[in-house]
């Protein structure tokens, strides 16, 4: 699985290719789909050109890090643990309580902006299956998905819980419903999750996940 060291690039070129958008050396995502940029490895230089149309701070980079052209620079930021499932396979959950969301279902944006904001964009949802759940007032209150996609591995994301609902093992059947689709699909679960966030991994790892590596986060930093 060399291609996680680098997933970002790897989706770009395999079954995420109708996403990528060639910028010189590197690959990225439109900006309303994902706001990512990747370059085939560490210390690819990229030129003003290559990076021209991209606005500051909408795009970031995890893995390899280009070299970048006079007056652009990278902010670091916190690392991001990767974790593969290594589990038994899943049995089929019930479901109840749950519901697939439409792509462009807005309230997606409004929840992951609590947890993570400027990661979720408005056609985020158009990468992979979203399941919800929702309040007994129809308010989206819980979340989890499928974002980058590398054909036999597909990363499990956008999981949050609104803060007045956490507790309720509400992260726990929707990832359990997301990765028993790709099971079911022949496709294994990743997922990436903040370095520092034990609690976040305590619950992937008793689901089976177990981590493969800490990757480099960054974000873009256009020229002032």
Known sequence: MQELEN????????????????????????????????????????????????????????????ALPAGWSLQPLSGVLQMVYEGDPLAAPSGEGIRLLAADDPAMVELTDIAFPGYFRKRTGAMGRYAGIHDAGGRLVALSGERMDLGHLREVSAVCTHPEFTGRGYARRLVEYIMYGMQQQGVRPM??????????????????????????????????
């Open 191 to 224: 997922l990436h999750v903040g370095a520092a966030n034990a609690r976040a991994q305590a619950l992937y790892r008793s689901m089976g996940f177990a981590a493969t590596r800490e990757l480099p986060h960054a974000r873009l930093i256009c020229p002032r």
């Open 7 to 66: 997933p970002i690039w790897a989706a770009l070129n395999s079954a995420q290719q109708h996403f990528s958008i060639a910028a010189g050396a590197a690959r990225r995502y439109p900006a309303d789909v994902a706001p990512f940029c990747a370059v085939a490895q560490e210390g690819v230089a990229l030129s003003a050109d290559d990076l021209a149309g991209i606005a500051d701070g909408s795009y970031y980079f995890l893995g390899a890090m280009p």
